[in-house]
């Protein structure tokens, strides 16, 4: 018997836990032909990531550590690339409405910002789900934008659906929670990580 249902079989308030894949992702950026933000046919998604990176000092013979600036890290994206909507071509119009053109093309004196790479994919939202389709967990991504695609290789050998990843760097993340309970005394709130 799992963990949770043996040591709080009487909690009704408690649920299953997590589920690795229910989830969601959403690039607000692009319009749905029903309206609305597309929901994209992700395979995986990895969530938000941060290193704290520690400076170092020395006095005498000691060595000293102290937590220093925050980084968060690229996750990754990977689509399954159907015919309707084409997320092959739909990638590229990113690319495109962030500014790149080849350099064989007329007007490609612009270059890619940072302002027009992340209006282009918009925000994206990763939500993690329960069994009923409830939000658990929404990460939102604070100027995200795409920094490498790269396409499933194609081969003979295989029959698997063809993928697109996606590479994304964004300044931070807010995640906010369906749950407004934590295990640090003091904490409390359903959100962190931005405003």
């Known amino acids: 018997m799992p963990f949770w249902s043996q040591n709080f079989a009487e909690d009704t308030t408690l649920k299953d836990p997590k589920r690795q894949f229910r989830f969601m992702v959403e690039f607000q950026g692009i319009s749905a032909p029903n309206g609305g933000a ?10 938000p990531s941060f290193e704290i990176n520690a400076a170092e000092h020395k006095y005498l013979n000691h060595t000293f550590y102290y937590p220093g600036n925050v980084t968060w890290q690229p996750l990754d994206v ?12 739909t990638l590229s119009d990113i690319i ?18 940072k302002a027009t790479a992340a209006g282009a994919l918009g925000t994206v939202i990763i939500t993690q789900l329960d069994a009923a389709g409830n939000p ?33 760097r964004y300044d931070w993340a807010r995640v906010e929670t369906a749950n407004a309970s934590s295990a640090i005394a003091g904490a409390g709130g359903n959100s962190f990580f931005g405003v």
């Open 38 to 47: 597309a929901l994209w046919y992700a395979k995986s998604a990895q969530k």
């Open 78 to 89: 990977v689509m399954v690339d159907p015919v309707e909507p084409d997320v092959t071509a």
């Open 96 to 113: 495109a409405q962030s500014g790149y053109a080849p350099p064989t093309d007329a007007t490609s004196r612009g270059s890619i910002s």
């Open 136 to 168: 658990l967990e929404t990460w939102t991504l604070w100027n995200a934008f795409i920094t490498t695609i790269k396409y499933t290789d194609l081969s003979y050998g295989e029959d698997a659906l063809s993928e697109a990843t996606c590479t994304l």
